[in-house]
């Protein structure tokens, strides 16, 4: 499971959305997500429990209320481990964190509702 943490603050699981692991998987709509707070432009960190190898991340933001992932606003990228980005701005966010495992272990989509002050 994943967890995201704002600078200083608890980390909080996020919501499981698709994923592809191993020979299975699941597919899921745009999920509201675990809420956390941050404030504007603050540094979010995704972690995980153990060593799991991370080959790249995405993370993109849409309105908090809206499920459709065509909308949405990139928070970042990068090829690796550590996953870190920076708050959007001031309001309620639904923020999606999509992770490409590596050694062949498949991907994750996670989710969590972010009020930014």
């Known amino acids: 499971m ?3 943490a704002a600078e200083g603050g608890d980390a909080v699981s ?3 959305g698709s994923f592809t692991w191993g020979d299975g ?9 675990a809420r956390i707070r941050a404030g504007a432009g603050e540094s979010l960190t995704v972690m995980f429990p153990g060593d799991v190898p991370v080959d790249g991340w995405l993370a993109k933001r849409v309105a ?3 499920l459709d992932g ?5 928070l970042g990228k990068g090829p690796g481990a550590p996953i870190t980005f920076k ?3 001031r309001g309620s ?8 495992f590596g050694d062949d272990l498949g991907s994750a989509t ?3 509702a972010l009020d930014v002050r």
């Open 64 to 66: 908090a209320g809206t």
């Open 70 to 74: 065509a909308v949405a606003a990139s």
């Open 93 to 100: 966010w639904s923020v999606r964190v999509e992770v490409m």
């Open 2 to 4: 994943a967890t995201l």
């Open 87 to 89: 708050a959007p701005p």
């Open 14 to 16: 996020g919501s499981l």
């Open 110 to 112: 996670y989710y969590w």
């Open 25 to 33: 998987g699941s597919d899921s709509p745009w999920l509201p997500g």
